[in-house]
C-alpha cells in the first residue's frame, strides 16, 4: 500500500473498520467540512466588511474632493395664493459634492458628520423604511445596510418646509461603520465614562443637498422598543415625533421636551424650544433585544454661536432608564 492509500485509510471509513472506527472517521470528515465552512464564512464576512469600509472611504474622498458650493438650481418655492403675494425665496441649488451620488442614486438625502466617531458617509431616503436596513447606497445587498431618513421625513426643501424633527437610522456594526460608533456618547448609571467624549464632542453636523448645518446635541439615551419590555406596557415610541411644533397630543411638543428631559443621561445645558429644528440619530444597542441608543440635536440656529459651553453640562443622576432588571428577568 503506497504513503497516501495509507493516508486516506486512516480517513475514509472501509468496510473492514471496526464500528467505533468507522464512527471515529466518519466524526473526522464531518469536522472537516464544518471547519472549511466556518473558514469560508468567516472570509466572507471579513471581504464584506472591508469592502463597506472600502466603499464608505471612497464616498468620504469623493464628498470632500469637491469644494464648490451651488451648481444648478432643481426647485422652486410653492406660493400661497393671495391678493398680495410676497416675492419668493431665491431657488434652491444642489451643492456640486452631490452631483456625482445622486447620478449614481436618487435617493440621495445628504451627508452625516459626527466629530470623534467613523460616521461619516452619506445619508439615503426611500419611500420607505425597510429597504435600505439591507442595502448599501448603490443597492446591491448588504447586511450593514446604509444610514437612512425615516420615509416620512422632509428633508430636502426650504428651511421653513422640512420636518421639525429628521429621523436618521444606522446599524450598530460591531466594526464602527454605519452608527457603529454612535455609542460613545451612551452614558448610564453603572457606566459613566463616555461623559466625557460627549465634552469633547458636542455637536455634529448634516448637509441635506442644499445646505449644511450644525446641531448641538440635547439628549442621549437607550430605551426599550416593545411594550412587554416595560412594567407598565407604555413605550415611548420617539421615533413617530417628527412634526412636533403643531402637533397634536400626545405626540405634540411638550411631551417630546418632557420625555427627552426625563430620559437623557446627559444634561448638556443647551437650550432648545418649539422653533427649533431637530435631528435624532438611531441606532440598536446592546443591553437587550431590541433596545436602541438615541442622540439628539437641536439645530444652530440663524446668526447663533456653534460652539457649546460644555461647562453647564452634567449627567443627569435622575435619568429615567429602562428597566434592566425586569426586562432580564423576562
Known amino acids: 500500500m503506497s504513503g497516501n492509500q495509507k493516508f486516506w ?43 463597506v469600509k472600502e466603499d464608505i472611504r471612497r464616498r468620504q474622498h469623493e464628498y470632500t474632493a469637491v469644494t464648490s458650493v451651488v451648481t444648478q438650481m432643481t426647485t422652486t418655492a410653492a406660493t400661497e395664493a393671495v391678493t398680495e403675494p410676497p416675492p419668493p425665496p431665491p431657488p434652491l441649488i444642489v451643492m456640486e459634492r452631490f452631483e456625482t451620488f445622486l447620478e ?12 470623534g466617531t467613523s460616521i461619516n458617509d452619506v445619508v439615503v431616503q426611500n419611500e420607505d423604511n425597510s429597504f435600505y436596513v439591507d442595502h448599501a447606497f448603490d443597492g446591491r445587498y448588504q447586511k450593514a445596510g446604509a444610514i437612512f431618513a425615516d420615509y416620512r421625513n422632509v428633508v430636502n426643501d426650504y428651511n421653513f418646509n422640512q420636518s421639525d424633527n429628521i429621523i436618521l437610522y444606522g446599524h450598530n ?11 460613545r456618547y451612551k452614558v448610564k448609571s453603572t457606566s459613566r465614562s463616555n461623559f466625557q467624549f460627549y465634552l469633547n464632542n458636542p455637536t455634529f453636523t448634516f448637509s441635506n443637498l442644499y445646505e449644511e448645518y450644525t446641531y448641538k446635541i440635547i439628549a442621549a439615551f437607550v430605551i ?97 432608564e429602562p428597566d434592566y432588571n425586569y426586562i432580564w428577568s423576562r
Open 173 to 183: 456594526q460591531r466594526d464602527g461603520t454605519m452608527f457603529g460608533t454612535l455609542s
Open 9 to 51: 485509510s486512516k480517513i475514509i471509513p472501509s468496510k473492514n473498520d471496526s464500528k467505533s472506527e468507522k464512527i471515529r472517521k466518519t466524526t473526522l470528515i464531518i469536522s472537516f467540512f464544518i471547519f472549511l465552512a466556518s473558514i469560508l464564512v468567516l472570509a466572507w464576512y471579513l471581504i464584506a466588511q472591508a469592502r
Open 224 to 320: 426599550e422598543v416593545e411594550e412587554h419590555q416595560a412594567r407598565d406596557g407604555i413605550i415611548w415610541d420617539y421615533h413617530n415625533y417628527i412634526s412636533i411644533r403643531r402637533g397634536a397630543a400626545p405626540r405634540d411638543y411638550a411631551s417630546w421636551r418632557d420625555n427627552l428631559n426625563a430620559r437623557t443621561a446627559i444634561n448638556t445645558g443647551v437650550d432648545f424650544n418649539r422653533e427649533d429644528k431637530f435631528m435624532t440619530l438611531s441606532t440598536c444597542s446592546n443591553e437587550f433585544e431590541p433596545s436602541r441608543f438615541v442622540v439628539v440635536g437641536r439645530r444652530v440656529r440663524d446668526g447663533e454661536d456653534p460652539t457649546v459651553d460644555t461647562s453647564l453640562a452634567s449627567i443627569n443622576e435622575n435619568a429615567v
Open 104 to 115: 449614481r442614486n436618487e435617493h440621495t438625502a445628504g451627508w452625516i458628520r459626527v466629530p
